[in-house]
């Protein structure tokens, strides 16, 4: 089974990321850390004790990955915008065998005492043009949700729209039981709304 487990936000520098989502939440976002498997860093916000929201960004400080980065961030342009949708789950290589080919291969990663694995794709592009969501098995009781500051932001519709939205649909919805995932047809985008302290807020 899966469970929604965090947002994507990408950028093509974090700073630029922070500001784009500060400016339509209208809260701070939370420090995060780097990534040096993938070369990447990010700032977080809490979506409540169980979700959350990142922005990630390619780190300029790092060097460059000899594979391709998570979340097609080496093919990323324009403003900062919502790109992916991360799932986790207690058993990585079941969910694997039931996801399309090209969903990923377990890498094992970790970051102060955060430790997981995440199935990440040999050329960083996940199925349906990435709309399929990326999938994590989280190890011990660390997460990042319960460790940030909880402003009262909560995903109320996640929606993902997508010329092949069906297909979407029959592979996800026997896994994936959360009223507010939606798959649309129609030409690719990702829309996330939330309730915040300013009102109902989005992000594209």
Request: with cysteine; charged share 15%.
């Amino acid at each position: 089974m899966l469970t929604l487990d965090h947002l994507a936000i990408s950028a093509t520098a974090l700073k630029d990321g922070v500001a784009a989502v500060e400016t339509a939440l209208g809260i701070p976002l939370a420090p995060g850390g780097q990534h040096p498997h993938m070369a990447t860093h990010n700032r977080l916000l809490s979506l409540g004790p169980d979700l959350y929201l990142e922005v990630i960004a390619a780190d300029p400080a790092q060097p460059r990955p000899a594979w391709p980065r998570w979340f097609d961030l080496d093919r990323f342009s324009g403003p900062p915008r919502l790109t992916n949708w991360i799932c986790r789950c207690d058993d990585l290589a079941a969910e694997l065998a039931l996801s399309p080919a090209g969903t990923g291969d377990p890498v094992t990663l970790s970051r102060s005492d955060f430790r997981w694995q995440m199935a990440v794709p040999a050329n960083g592009i996940l199925p349906f043009d990435n709309a399929f969501p990326a999938l994590i098995q989280w190890h011990g009781t660390a997460h990042p949700a319960p460790r940030l500051p909880d402003h009262g932001i909560r995903l109320t519709r996640l929606e993902i729209t997508h010329p092949q939205a069906a297909d979407l649909t029959a592979l996800l919805h026997p896994r994936l039981h959360d009223p507010r995932v939606h798959f649309t047809p129609g030409p690719q985008a990702m829309r996330a709304t939330f309730v915040t302290p300013h009102g109902d807020r989005h992000l594209t």
